[in-house]
């Protein structure tokens, strides 16, 4: 039985607070709403240093600061969710490193992201979709 997905709230208060995480497993509902925030987050972020920084001159100095607040974020948060979301295919965390390899493995990654969770368990956990209980979800 597959219980509901996760939702857009809930989805970003788990990936925060599972931030030293790489061991455990989380559902693609998690995983995209969090894409989604973080997309959310840099666009106002991205608007407001950009007028900012626009109106005294400088908007290279903007870019920088989203670049940099962007790249702290995905280290934090963004890379224990993403294994995580590996672990619930089945696959290893290593994978990530597929995301090195151009535009293959980023086409790699972004597949294995869409993959359903395995039913079973597997050596990362049960399955947070099919346990059966709501409290269960990662």
Not at 25 to 52: A, C, N, Q, T
Not at 64 to 84: D, K, Q, Y
């Amino acid at each position: 039985m597959s219980s509901p997905s996760v939702g857009f709230s809930e989805a970003v208060k788990k990936a925060f607070a599972g931030k030293c995480d790489y061991d455990s497993r989380s559902r693609r509902s998690e995983y995209w709403f969090f894409v989604l925030f973080i997309f959310l987050v840099e666009l106002v972020v991205g608007i407001v240093f950009g007028v900012i920084f626009g109106l005294i001159g400088i908007p290279q100095v903007g870019q920088i600061i989203i670049g940099v607040i962007g790249l702290i974020i995905f280290f934090l948060f963004g890379l224990p969710l993403a294994v995580r979301r590996l672990h619930d295919t089945g696959k290893s965390g290593w994978f990530m490193l597929l995301g090195l390899i151009p535009l293959i493995g980023q086409i790699i990654l972004l597949i294995f992201f869409c993959l359903d969770s395995q039913a079973e368990t597997n050596e990362y956990g049960p399955s947070p979709k099919y346990s059966g209980s709501p409290g269960n979800m990662i």
